[in-house]
């Protein structure tokens, strides 16, 4: 789910067939992102620097190690920005079509998929009114 931090709207949903992972769905989509877009992505993320040079992820403590302070406090930044995302994702999974096991025909769920978030971008800027 790409999501534009400041109003909070969904901008592309992108989903794959069955168990994926979170960043080889985002290689496979080849979603354009554009280079000045801030990327904000959680640590299963490693390796997105290759692929969008604009992007940031938490710091991992290293092996036997603790994060220094500064490390620290970056990565309290970043779950400031990305709580958003993480916020979307929940309203998202209040449709239970997205928390649960889709047992329906595979053709349609990516239009289902769609049109939840476009409900959600409806019921957005209704409240922004």
Known sequence: VV???KTGEIICI???QG?????????????PL???????ADK?????QKIHSNSKIPQKKPRKGE?????????????KKRVIGEHINRKLKIF??????YRNRRKRFSLRFNLIAGLYN???RLSQR
């Not at 299963?44 to 997105?48: D, L, N, P, R």
């Not at 994060?67 to 779950?79: G, H, Q, T, V």
């Open 3 to 5: 999501v534009n931090q």
């Open 14 to 16: 992108a989903q794959g």
């Open 19 to 31: 168990k994926i992972h979170d960043f080889r769905l985002f290689k496979q989509s080849k979603i």
């Open 34 to 40: 554009n280079k000045t877009i801030e990327c904000l």
């Open 44 to 48: 299963g993320y490693q390796g997105i």
């Open 67 to 79: 994060l220094s302070s500064s490390d620290k406090k970056k990565n309290r930044e970043l779950a």
């Open 96 to 101: 239970k079509i997205l928390a649960d096991r």
């Open 122 to 124: 409806y019921e957005l």
